[in-house]
Nanobody, 124 residues
Framework: QVQLVESGGGLVQAGGSLRLSCAAS????????MGWFRQAPGKEREFVSA????????YYADSVKGRFTISRDNAKNTVYLQMNSLKPEDTAVYYC?????????????????WGQGTQVTVSS
């Protein structure tokens, strides 16, 4: 059974940092693109960042560019999201996702596997 398990969320003050982790089990994703999404209350799930299977390519939503960094460790089957200079509008449940393919995509429907999410709350 494939599982993606996020960790690292929590409560932080504006301007602070958090590092999210997503550990995969049940299969290896070393040849698959992976991404992070988030969903705030009352809003649709939105793309945050994606990374290619070999880390050569990354892509970010404009709202997080320059503040968030995605990375991965294929040996550990884990993807990370380093979040710096956090803002109250970053408050959301953050989801890790994996594609069945290799290309970077931003659409929710382009990802095949999802974690349960981890809450990030940024206070002002």
């Amino acid at each position: 059974q494939v599982q993606l398990v996020e960790s690292g969320g929590g409560l932080v003050q504006a301007g602070g940092s958090l590092r999210l982790s997503c550990a995969a089990s049940g299969r290896t994703f070393s040849r698959n693109a992976m991404g992070w999404f988030r969903q705030a209350p009352g809003k649709e799930r939105e793309f945050v960042s994606a990374i290619s299977w070999n880390s050569d390519n990354t892509y970010y939503a404009d709202s997080v560019k320059g503040r968030f960094t995605i990375s991965r460790d294929n040996a550990k089957n884990t993807v990370y999201l380093q979040m710096n200079s956090l803002k109250p509008e970053d408050t959301a449940v953050y989801y890790c996702a994996a594609r069945g393919g290799t290309g970077l995509r931003v659409g929710v429907d382009r990802y095949d596997y999802w974690g349960q999410g981890t809450q990030v709350t940024v206070s002002s």
